[in-house]
């Protein structure tokens, strides 16, 4: 039999291939890898990954940002609270990382936006003021009931002025909140109404957002602040919740001996010298009169007890200061001393 097929061959296969018929269902049956294999880890569900949105900060370190700002939270309550005379609750509602892009499109224009730079830290910040819960605080601060306008618009310079002070106390609180993880120095930068004009890093730069809840009576607003991570860069390596617990309890026992330090020059001690001591009788003590004379224990030359309290502590010679009298403290006086 030839190798080589003859045309008439070949017709007649390509004939018999080019019939109509039904496809033929072929059945594969496919065994149940193992859970330990590798085949069984490559069929675990998907997630869907957005590359615009890089996860620059694990969880540990939101949860130590968390509570960071929820600190934060607390302190700047109670500025605001007597600044404005009424009560006032600031509370963390969410943090979330996002591009910079992202937080300018979900602004509304007008807004109320300050800008402020955080040295030692290179780099600017935005802190946004919901202009609703704003005029809220101007009102307060007019002597208003603390009523938001239903009409939004631009603050005047008197309204920015006035604001600036609320602002200027809000970044205090800031420092005093990351005094924990870094001495900062919030300051001032800028002010903007139009997010758009509010460029403090790349579009596409990573930044860690922050969502308050501000409540004014019966008045609810928001802040939000927006940290770029080229900003906070260099201190994630102290955002570890065990350093952080370590630091806060190491810097909390230095304000504490520090703050007690304090108190204790604070308070008045009193100081006296004893010139000397003798004893008599009752009888002579009843019969004592101006001009007479008590004998002491003690020599002209003998060095005097400068005592703390009631406590000896020193051992001093009598002199003058000017036209007032003193004493010099020669040396301190043992325990075997102290009777």
């Known amino acids: 039999m030839s190798d080589v097929l003859t045309q008439e061959e070949i017709n007649a296969l390509l004939s018999t291939y080019g019939k109509d018929e039904p496809d ?28 615009r949105k890089p996860e620059r900060f694990s969880k540990e370190q939101l949860r130590t940002l968390q509570m960071l700002h929820e600190t934060y939270a607390r302190y700047a309550s109670t500025s605001l609270s007597v600044m404005l005379r009424t009560q006032v609750k600031l509370s963390l509602v969410s943090i979330d990382q996002a591009i910079y892009d992202e937080f300018v499109s979900s602004l509304q224009n007008p807004s109320a936006i300050y800008i402020f730079r955080m040295p030692p830290l290179e780099g600017s910040a935005i802190l946004e003021i919901n202009m609703g819960i704003a005029f809220c605080m101007i009102d307060r601060m007019l002597g208003g009931p603390g009523k938001a306008r239903m009409r939004v618009r631009e603050l005047t310079d008197i309204e920015r002025t006035l604001m600036r002070g609320v602002v200027d106390r809000l ?6 909140s990351w005094v924990q993880l870094a001495e900062i120095r919030p300051e001032y930068e800028d002010y903007e109404t139009n997010p758009q ?6 579009p596409h730069d990573p930044v860690v957002l922050l969502s308050f809840e501000v409540k004014i009576g019966d008045t609810f607003g928001s802040i939000n602040m927006c940290i770029p991570y080229s900003v906070i860069q260099p201190v994630t ?34 100081v006296k010298v004893k ?5 008599v009788t009752m009888r002579d003590v009843l019969n004592l009169e101006v001009g007479d004379i008590v004998k002491l224990d003690s020599q002209v030359g003998d060095e005097l007890v400068l005592c703390i309290g009631d406590l000896p502590k ?11 009298l003193a004493v010099q403290i020669t040396r301190l006086i043992s325990p075997e001393e102290v009777p």
Do not use: Y
């Not at 370590?246 to 020059?265: F, I, P």
């Not at 010139?275 to 004893?279: A, F, K, T």
């Not at 010679?317 to 007032?324: F, L, R």
């Open 197 to 202: 004009f509010a460029q403090i890093v790349p």
């Open 275 to 279: 010139l000397g001591g003798c004893e």
């Open 171 to 176: 970044l205090s609180d800031l420092g005093a």
């Open 24 to 51: 033929e269902v072929v059945e594969v049956s496919v065994a149940s890898p193992d859970a330990s294999s590798p085949a069984a880890r490559v069929n675990k569900p998907l997630k869907n990954w957005d590359f």
């Open 314 to 324: 020193f051992r001093c010679v009598p002199g003058a200061e000017g036209k007032s």
């Open 237 to 270: 390596g102290k955002l570890s919740a065990q350093r952080w617990f370590m630091e806060s309890t190491r810097k909390g026992l230095s304000r504490r001996s520090q703050l007690e330090q304090n108190m204790l020059r604070q308070v008045s001690v009193p």
